[in-house]
């Protein structure tokens, strides 16, 4: 028995709820971090089912693309997070308003 | 030769080339020779040329000489060549040979200039955009040479520009010059409008098929050309000032070469104005009222330079008499001569300043024959070949002119024998109060002080006009600078005032000039005498006029008659003179203060002109730019500022603030594209 598509669909757009939702009500810069990649692969599983359901390459291919500029911004996302951690206690987000107008 | 005939512009720009490269270094006097040289070459070119082209028919003796394809562009195509014909010749002759004769006394004149050698790259570069002026064969390149001797004019006049008076004197000759100077371009557009070429030879053979209106705007816009260039009313108010040059300037380009050319232009454009008779009778009284006009401030003047510059303005205005009476043999005769003696009184009388130490008002001079005895001699000369006694130079070509100006209309000679009348007087009194009557010289100056103040300064203009007459020697020694600047002969220029020194004859540099030029303006008028067969340059310079030309067809007796009336007149003016500053010995007579004053020309144009146009400027300065185009600008700056000032709010520094906007503004995109595609 195979699951329908629709199952992952509805998964994804969870997933991608719960990242969304995460990024605008966590304070914690690290969290606020993995509901981005959360979201990020949320879409990943979109375009990966919707390959499979059309049959098209393209979606998987696109995945790819996505996931090497996922880990180019891990890198650097990781690289301020630390840098944060280093120069001030916990790493609230909105401690951070440096750039305010 | 006449192959070669771009030696004769060439030469001079290559003595140009060689003076600002190396001037500096050459000094004193070679500079001056390299510069002097490189004219008497040209000058002896032009001559081999002037006897090939009388070896020639006459019909033969127009030679165009293509020199090279200046511009080509598609179909357009602009050539540059020479045109070598009579008046072209002629006009050459004598801009080379004056000119070599004045690059000769500018040696003397110099003498310790601290820009000697800069004096003779103008001079060469003003030779020849002159002869670029004469020879060129289209409107265009004659157009380069004349904005060529414009600009020299402008760098000779303020050449001491440490004078406040003489920098403005710059100004206001290249000012006046380019409202003229817009008059011949527009005429340059209308006549490649028209006529599709700028050649002499295409507009002429044109002229005949083009619209009379067409035709006649060329022609007045070329004379309103012509009078910025020649000192004509209304645009002579340049020349005066223009006596703030050093006198080899005045001479050569105030007097002699330069402001001929709108004559030459006008000769050259012949064969237009014989198709528009009523612009040749605008020429005609334009010169009339011209020469009238000058000739009655000169009167007035106490300035030995100003006497000849309004002298110039009004022996100007008889060529243009004679050009709008179609009597061009006459006016090219009456330049010739012109050239001669007004090259000489101008050299004379830089030679008396010379002598008296820079000094330039007549009422301070005096009974200098005694000590000035070549310059004096040679100026007599002058004096009478421009008073018109027979049988000196001017008499001949002012006759010529009148005789034509009478056939024209009785009216326009009898201004003109008035402006002779004057012309004897005021020479006359120049002369007597120069070299005859007491030696005012040994005078303190502070006495005359007083009276010699002229109009109140009104604007910048007059503040001009007020000039060197007024700079007693104490003025020079202060601003370090007389006509004749810094040392004469070895004698340290702090040395200076008249009185205490004896005045001295110039140096055989400046007296040889006026020795040649006294015995050309004896004899320069039996090149075109009334007689028949005599008239030599009438048959030269025929067939570049044919048809245009007038042809006096009065009696002999009506001729002598006429010739009879100017001598007397002449004579009048001579006796009156005589009767008034030798008999009477009077210093001051018959000036009134309007004619000091000019008529108060300056004043006028600064009432007209030059109030009204600051009151403009201040009014677009103060009001246009500072309060609508300023206030513009710094409205839109407001409106930014004010702006961002709003804006920034947005700029929280809340990242969940923008991922807040970034997740609304998804979810409106989204919305809008499931909307567009009708998916709900």
Known sequence: MSVGGEWYLTLAAALFTIGAVGVLVRRNVLVMFMCVELMLNAVNLTFVTFARMLNDIGGQSLVFFVLVVAAAEVVVGLGIIVAIFRRRVGATADDLHLLKG | MLDNAFLIPLLPLLGFCVLVAAGKRAGEPAAGWIGASAVG?????????????????????????????????????????????????????????????????????????????????????????????????????????????????????????????????????FVVNRIGDFGFMIAMFLCFATFGTLQYAGIIEGAEGAPHTTVTAIALLLFVGACGKSAQLPLFVWLPDAMEGPTPVSALIHAATMVTAGVYLMARAAPLLALTPDVGTTIAIVGAATALFAAT??????????????????????????????????????????????????????????????????????????????????????????????????????????????????????????????????????????????????????????????????????????????????????????????????????GHGAHGREPHESPWLMTGPLVVLAVLSVVAGFVNLPFGSWARLEHWLEPVFEESLHHVDATSSTKLTLALVAIAAAGAGLAFAYATFMKAKRVDAYEPAILKRAWGIDAIYAAVIVTPGRALSAFLAYVVDAKVIDGVVNSLGTLVRGGGGVLRKVQTGYVRNYALGVAFGATLLLGWVVVRSGGV
Request: some cysteine; glycine content about 10%.
């Open chain 2, 297 to 494: 401030i000169a009167c007035a003047q106490d300035d030995i330079k100003r006497v000849l510059a309004y002298s110039t303005i009004s022996q100007l205005g008889y060529m243009f008499l004679a050009v709008g009476s179609g009597a061009y043999v006459a006016a090219i005769f009456h330049m010739v001569t012109h050239a001669f003696f007004k090259a000489l009184l101008f050299l004379g009388a830089g030679s008396v300043i010379h002598g008296l130490h820079d000094e330039q008002d007549m009422k301070r001079m005096g009974a200098l024959k005694k000590w000035m005895p070549v310059t004096s001699a040679t100026f007599v000369i002058g004096w009478l070949a421009i008073a018109g006694v027979p049988p000196f130079a001017g008499f001949w070509s002012k006759d010529d002119i009148l005789l034509n100006a009478y056939e024209k209309s009785p009216a326009l000679w009898a201004v003109g024998l008035l402006t002779a009348l004057l012309t004897a007087y005021y020479m006359s009194r120049q002369v007597f109060l120069v070299f005859w009557g007491e030696e005012r010289w040994r005078k303190a100056p502070v006495a005359d002080k007083l009276e010699l103040t002229e109009p109140e300064p009104v604007g910048d203009q007059a503040a001009v006009a007020v000039a060197p007459a007024l700079m007693g020697p104490g003025d020079q020694v202060a601003t370090g600078h007389g006509d004749h600047a810094a040392v004469a002969d070895g004698h340290p220029a702090a």
């Open chain 2, 41 to 173: 070459a040209s000058f002896l070119f032009t001559l081999v040329a002037f006897f090939e082209l009388l070896g020639r028919e006459q019909g033969a003796r127009s030679v165009g000489d293509h020199l090279f394809t200046w511009i080509e562009v598609g179909g357009f195509r602009v050539d540059a060549g020479l045109l070598l014909d009579p008046l072209s010749i002629t006009m050459a002759l004598f801009v080379t040979g004056v000119g070599f004769l004045i690059h000769v006394y500018s040696i003397g004149y110099m003498h310790g200039d601290e820009r000697f050698s800069k004096f003779f790259v103008y001079l060469n570069l003003f030779v020849f955009s002159m002869l670029m002026l004469i020879l060129g064969d289209s409107l265009l390149l004659t157009f380069l040479g004349w904005e060529g001797v414009g600009a020299c004019s402008y760098l000779l006049i303020s050449f001491w520009f440490e004078r406040e008076s003489a920098a403005s004197a710059g100004k206001k000759a």
